[in-house]
């Protein structure tokens, strides 16, 4: 059974920084392409960031300069560094694993940003 599960969302104030992780199980981790998702209310879901299984990234022009995504392969986990957190980051962030072909998400957690 796959399972992805994020952690690290929460309150944050304007300029402020988070990292969120999203531990992964039931696949091979290090031959999946992992990418972070958000979706903020009453909006889609937007990309936001991949890394590809040979540690190449890409990232959306709204976060670019500002997060970071890496993975630990020995840990199965691939994260996001938010820095410079603007009110307009705010949404549930979703974790996405792409493995032999299928698509596989998390179920997402909340980041916030306000004062």
């Known amino acids: 059974q796959v399972q992805l599960v994020e952690s690290g969302g929460g309150l944050v104030q304007p300029g402020g920084s988070l990292r969120l992780s999203c531990v992964a199980s039931?696949?091979?981790?290090?031959?999946?392409?992992m990418t972070w998702y958000r979706q903020a209310p009453g909006k889609q879901r937007e990309w936001v960031a991949i890394i590809t299984t040979g540690g190449n990234t890409n990232y959306a022009d709204t976060v670019k300069g500002r997060f970071t995504i890496s993975r630990d392969n020995a840990k199965n986990t691939v994260y996001l560094q938010m820095n410079s957190l603007k009110p307009e980051d705010t949404a549930v962030y979703f974790c996405?694993?792409?493995?032999?072909?299928?698509?596989?998400w998390g179920q997402g957690t909340q980041v916030t940003v306000a004062s």
């Open positions: 039931g696949i091979i981790f290090s031959d999946s392409a």
């Open positions: 996405k694993a792409n493995w032999r072909t299928k698509n596989y």
